[in-house]
Structure formats: structure tokens, C-alpha cells
């Protein structure tokens, strides 16, 4: 398993926006699908938004309804997600997920690989 590091995690308010990265550069095998997963309180973890190897498909939340996008640059091992309009139950940990293969990047059962989590705070 390789390491993912996040970071951009914090707080803000309400309609504010976050931008959320993630180092994937330790990984030694290739990789598919990346995404972002959260867990907010009360709830299992979900998908935020996913993408594929090359860029070529995007996959989001029914709860982003367009307020997130997602980004890879596999040349710099990075993986952002851009969160505008927050809401407070946007609050929660913000999960990476690497997986070996490309396919539907929002089903968590395909990634081997996760970070720590970073937090998300929104308040009103």
C-alpha cells in the first residue's frame, strides 16, 4: 500500500471555499481511479467526487450538485478537490483514496490506498 497525504483542511464559514490536496507520489504500483471520500458525524463514509487516471471522466456526490470540482496532475502526484458554497453539513473528514484501476471512482470498495483525513469545519 502506498501513502497519501492530505492537506487544506480547516475552517471556514458558511458559502466560503476550501481547496483540498493530496500528495500521491509514494505510491510504487500505478493507479486508476482517485477520489475524495468523507465522513460526516453520524454518517459512513461516502463519496465526494472521483476521477479517472487520465482525467477523461469525473464522478460527484448528488450532494455537490456543482459546488465541488475535482482535478489530477499525475505529472505532480496531486490530487485537488475545489469546494465553493460551503455548508455546514459539508463538516466533516476528508478522506484520499487511490485505486489500481479506473471504473466507477465513487465506489469505495475499489481503493486499496487512503490517507489520514483532513478536517472540514463550516460554521454559520
Known amino acids: 500500500q502506498g501513502h497519501l497525504e492530505e492537506s487544506g483542511g480547516g475552517s471556514v464559514q458558511v458559502g466560503g471555499s476550501l481547496r483540498l490536496s493530496c500528495y500521491f507520489g509514494?505510491?510504487?504500483?500505478?493507479?486508476?481511479?482517485m477520489a475524495w471520500f468523507r465522513q460526516t458525524p453520524g454518517n459512513e463514509r461516502e463519496g465526494v467526487a472521483g476521477?479517472?487516471?487520465?482525467?477523461?471522466?469525473?464522478y460527484y456526490g448528488d450532494f455537490v450538485k456543482g459546488r465541488f470540482t475535482i482535478s489530477r496532475d499525475n505529472a505532480k502526484y496531486r490530487l485537488d478537490l475545489l469546494m465553493d458554497n460551503l455548508k455546514i453539513e459539508d463538516t466533516g473528514t476528508y478522506y484520499c483514496?487511490?485505486?489500481?484501476?479506473?471504473?466507477?471512482?465513487?465506489?469505495?470498495?475499489?481503493?486499496?490506498?487512503w490517507g489520514q483525513g483532513t478536517q472540514v469545519t463550516v460554521s454559520g
Open positions: 483514496a487511490a485505486a489500481k484501476y479506473d471504473g466507477n471512482c465513487l465506489l469505495r470498495n475499489i481503493y486499496g490506498s
Open positions: 476521477i479517472w487516471r487520465a482525467g477523461g471522466r469525473e
Open positions: 509514494d505510491l510504487s504500483d500505478g493507479i486508476g481511479c
